[in-house]
């Protein structure tokens, strides 16, 4: 009986770990070129719900159902794939895949450089883009009609309905090929449309813009769209009534919020006995850690005349106080005054 009990308790924390990281809450399925990949337990309770779900609305509609949850969890797992793909290209470590509800989730550690940040997160994207091409070219090339891939992306049964064979058939194979091709196309555009962590759309963006303002700058700015966008996603969801793009944009906006809360206490790290800096505003953290144009002048300034001041001490050594001109003995006039006020 201890043995069972022990057993059964190692396989539970095998799943939930020490239960305190909900999304630590799941099941291995295997491990491929060291990247291992795991479902979260959420994500097959969601799965079973949908199944069920179709199964109570049309019998038949189980087996359709069935299709289009493979055909899905294997085009986000391709896309992640991506993900850990271009992050090894760049020189990164990628090693774990979480698939849950609301997506796929990578672990990718690129190195600290806006440009393989940006590769990174861009081979996610590029799968799907290449996958809807060659799909696409296929569905054409079998049905010998464009418009089952050129349609109103809005009203999916459009292009769905001209996706049929010459007899105007739809054998089943066809609705697996379209339906793939329609989830690549979705896919991509939902993860660049919406500027909002974890999409890729909001770490793109904040790669672009670390090339241009810094990787602070560009992380304030990021987070500060990915609440907005977080805000408007809710309010679509609410609108169109889908459940799961209300739970992504809450989870875009928490995680927006939770990140720009470290951003301001970080600045609390640098000094810890600077409490009021944990009581900033973003614009004056910003003014506290970047120098202003002003103060990059007087740097400069400082710079160049701490060089002129050891050009002169170096001509005094070699040639003697009687080699200086009258402006070099003013600028060393200057200099002994100053040290001896500090």
């Known amino acids: 009986m201890t043995r069972r009990g022990g057993t059964s308790g190692d396989a539970l924390r095998r799943i939930f770990g020490d239960g305190e990281n909900p999304l630590g809450w799941a099941l291995t399925l295997y491990t491929a070129w060291g990247i291992r990949v795991r479902v979260h337990i959420f994500f097959l309770l969601y799965i079973a719900f949908e199944l069920l779900g179709s199964l109570v609305r049309d019998s038949s509609g189980i087996m359709f159902q069935s299709i289009a949850m493979f055909v899905l969890f294997g085009t986000v797992l391709l896309h992640e794939y991506g993900h850990c793909i271009a992050c090894r290209a760049v020189k990164g470590d990628a090693d774990d895949i979480l698939m849950w509800p609301l997506g796929g989730l990578a672990s990718c550690r690129p190195p600290n450089t806006w440009r393989a940040n940006l590769v990174t997160v861009i081979g996610g994207p590029a799968v799907n883009v290449v996958l ?80 241009r303002m810094g990787h602070r700058r560009a992380t304030e700015v990021t987070l500060t769209v990915g609440l907005v966008a977080a805000g408007a996603l809710t309010v679509l969801a609410i609108v169109t009534n889908q459940t799961l793009l209300i739970a992504l944009a809450l989870f875009g906006g928490f995680y927006c919020w939770q990140q720009k809360q470290q951003l301001r206490f970080a600045a609390v790290a640098e000094d810890p006995y600077d409490l009021a800096a944990a009581r900033m505003s973003d614009r004056e953290l910003r003014t506290r850690s970047e120098p202003t144009r002003a103060d990059l002048k007087r740097e400069k300034r400082e710079r160049e005349h701490r060089r002129e001041v050891d050009r002169i001490l170096a001509k005094i050594k070699d040639e003697g106080m009687g080699a200086l001109t009258r402006g070099e003995k003013k600028t060393l006039a200057r200099e002994s005054a100053e040290q001896r006020g500090r």
């Open 132 to 211: 809807a091409l060659v799909l696409g070219a296929a569905i054409v090339v079998i049905t010998g009609n464009v418009g089952a891939v050129v349609f109103n992306y809005f009203n999916a049964s459009e292009g769905f309905g001209l996706a049929t064979l010459d007899e105007g058939i739809q054998p089943l194979w066809l609705i697996v090929l379209w339906y793939w091709f329609y989830v690549n196309v979705v896919l991509f555009a939902f993860n660049m449309l919406v500027p909002m962590y974890p999409m890729d759309a909001g770490r793109t963006l904040h790669a672009v813009l670390w090339a």
